[in-house]
């Protein structure tokens, strides 16, 4: 199992609960592909850097899991065919940062 750092970025117009179950989802689909969610982050609503779509802000999330790396690609695929999943970036690490992180608490 490798150590992954998982980035999520949500649409701005998705509900509440929409939200919880986007991530319900994702977390399903982790553990599912043999993985598991050893930690998680909100980041909340944030600015982009660009646009995305039509969107200037998006719903941050951040996980840190370990899963096998044959099974990344599976996941992504998968969230590339939801419409309220923007981006999600995955970054192979050798050890997860502690928690929290230095973005938790920054202004938004």
């Known amino acids: 199992m490798n150590k992954f750092e998982v980035v999520i970025l949500l649409s701005p117009e ?6 919880n179950d986007e991530i319900k989802f994702f977390k399903d689909l982790i553990t599912s592909n043999t993985g598991k969610i050893i930690d998680e982050e909100d980041w909340g609503l944030r600015e ?3 646009n995305i779509l039509k969107f200037k802000k998006a719903f ?4 840190q899991i370990e899963i096998s790396s044959d099974n990344i690609d599976k ?6 065919q939801s419409d309220n999943f923007l981006r999600h970036l995955f970054i192979k ?3 997860h940062q502690e928690l929290p992180t230095k973005l938790k608490d920054e202004k938004k």
């Open 75 to 80: 996941i992504k695929k998968t969230l590339n």
């Open 93 to 95: 690490v050798k050890q």
């Open 14 to 19: 998705t509900t509440s609960q929409a939200i």
């Open 48 to 50: 982009l850097s660009y």
């Open 60 to 63: 941050y999330k951040f996980f």
